[in-house]
Structures are given as C-alpha cells and as structure tokens.
C-alpha cells in the first residue's frame, strides 16, 4: 500500500473512531442511572485511576480551568462520591478519594458499561477481539513512544 492508499485509510480509521466514540457515549448516557452525569462518572473514573490526585491535577489532564474542576468536583463532594483528604505536612495539598458511594455507583456504571460493550462486540468472534487489542495496544505504544 503507497502512501496516499495508507493516508486514505487512516482518515476513514480516525472517523470510525470518531464515530465509535460518539455513539458510546450517547448508550453510555442513556444507561446512566439518573443521579450521575456522564461528565461525574468520568471524574470518578480519573480520581480512582490515580491515586492521590489533587484538582489541579485533573484539570492539567483535562486542559481546563482550576475553576471549573473545583465546581464539578464540588458537585461530587456534595452528592458524597468524594472525600477530600488534606495533606498533614502540607495544608495546601488536598487530594480526593472516591468515597464508598462513589465507589459503588462507579461500580455500578462500569458493569453497564461492560453490558453495553459486550451487546455492541456481540457479533464478534474472540480471535477477532484478540487482533483488535493488539493492534490497537500497537497505536498506543506507538503513541507513548512519540510523546517521550
């Protein structure tokens, strides 16, 4: 395959997956249980990924302002998915931790997602989920590799 075939591909790659993920997260919101927004459980999502992360820290992640994370992430300090835990050397540092409950309702959002991915992934046989893996664990590391 020349160059311009490879080109072509990877443009129409790039909308599937625009597409794909636009389409996720449409199911995704429909499955949503009515007290959390997609935008919460996707910060309750980074917060139990990453360990003692303060606001700053998801906001650099996010690329967006101190105010605004400090505003979603006061909404799930008051619906009690979130505890904030002061650094006893420090005052100023603050990290946040998942709660039980937001534990709970991250668990509960992430077997429906589960659901929803293996309806979407039910035509496909389990080699050919194998093949998509690894090639797109392939573009990952490729990714990190450029980034370093």
Known sequence: MDIQE???KIIQ???LLQQIAKENNCRLQNILPKNITLTQ???LSIIKNNPNCKAADIANLLNISPAAITYMIDKLYK???LERIR????RRVVWLKLTESGEKILLEVEKRKVDLALECFKNTSDEEIDFLLSILAKVLDSQQKTEG
């Open 41 to 43: 459980y996707f910060l």
């Open 6 to 8: 490879k080109r072509k």
């Open 13 to 15: 790659l790039d909308f």
């Open 79 to 81: 619906n009690n998915w």
């Open 87 to 90: 650094n006893e050397e420090d």
